[in-house]
T-cell receptor, first 112, second 118 residues
Framework: KQEVTQIPAALSVPEGENLVLNCSFT??????LQWFRQDPGKGLTSLLL?????REQTSGRLNASLDKSSGRSTLYIAASQPGDSATYLC???????????FGTGTKLQVIP | GAVVSQHPSRVICKSGTSVKIECRSL??????MFWYRQFPKQSLMLMAT?????????EQGVEKDKFLINHASLTLSTLTVTSAHPEDSSFYIC??????????????FGQGTRLTVV
């Protein structure tokens, strides 16, 4: 059974800092990995999708890396802004029907 | 990207009543849809995998008689919470994957439904 863990569970940084969120998964036989953000009481916003054959993806100030063999992914946020405050979820697609398993989430607070 | 629409976004119901949540893929056909539940301050947990034209596959610990899933067409899956109780209050969200685009396809998510049972 796929298990996805995110560290840290919560993070508070001053505006402008660069930061890294970590995601680890137990079964390396994945199809892809997605990073989402979730604002309080809201749905999911897809940030980046990394295919199993890829090592990284970039979108604006966001860069996600994938090391499938070691079961790890990182989300790098450059020059953080208060608007980046949200919960960040990584999700791994694996197994039959390509089930998506979500991580435990990292709650980020960027302080102005 | 593809669009998945979920309705309603919020619902309040009385204890003992049933609530139906709809999940539609608007611009693609989805042979498989997923239903997730999220309790406050927790991550999303997969409840069941919904397959068009066949019975849903439920995750361990999810009562299939309480959470009825119907995937009658390639664009619509419904989740009915039967005889809802306050402990069923949660955020429910669906996901769909477009077929025929290879194994490494992106999962698209609905906006979610906030269910409150009073």
């Amino acid at each position: 059974k796929q298990e996805v863990t995110q560290i840290p569970a919560a993070l508070s940084v001053p505006e402008g800092e660069n930061l890294v969120l970590n995601c680890s998964f137990t079964d390396s036989a994945i199809y892809n990995l997605q990073w989402f953000r979730q604002d309080p009481g809201k749905g999911l916003t897809s940030l980046l999708l990394i295919q199993s054959s890829q090592r990284e993806q970039t979108s604006g100030r966001l860069n996600a890396s994938l090391d499938k063999s070691s079961g790890r992914s990182t989300l790098y946020i450059a020059a953080s802004q208060p608007g980046d405050s949200a919960t960040y979820l990584c999700a791994v697609s694996s197994g039959g029907y390509q089930k998506v398993t979500f991580g435990t989430g990292t709650k980020l607070q960027v302080i102005p | 990207g593809a669009v998945v629409s979920q309705h309603p976004s919020r619902v309040i119901c009385k204890s003992g009543t049933s609530v139906k949540i709809e999940c539609r893929s608007l611009d693609f056909q989805a042979t498989t849809m997923f239903w997730y539940r999220q309790f406050p301050k927790q991550s999303l947990m997969l409840m069941a995998t919904s397959n068009e034209g066949s019975k849903a596959t439920y995750e361990q610990g999810v009562e299939k008689d309480k959470f009825l899933i119907n995937h009658a067409s390639l664009t619509l899956s419904t989740l009915t919470v039967t005889s809802a109780h306050p402990e069923d209050s949660s955020f429910y969200i669906c996901s769909a994957r477009a077929p025929g685009r290879g194994p490494n396809t992106e999962a698209f998510f609905g906006q979610g439904t906030r269910l409150t049972v009073v």
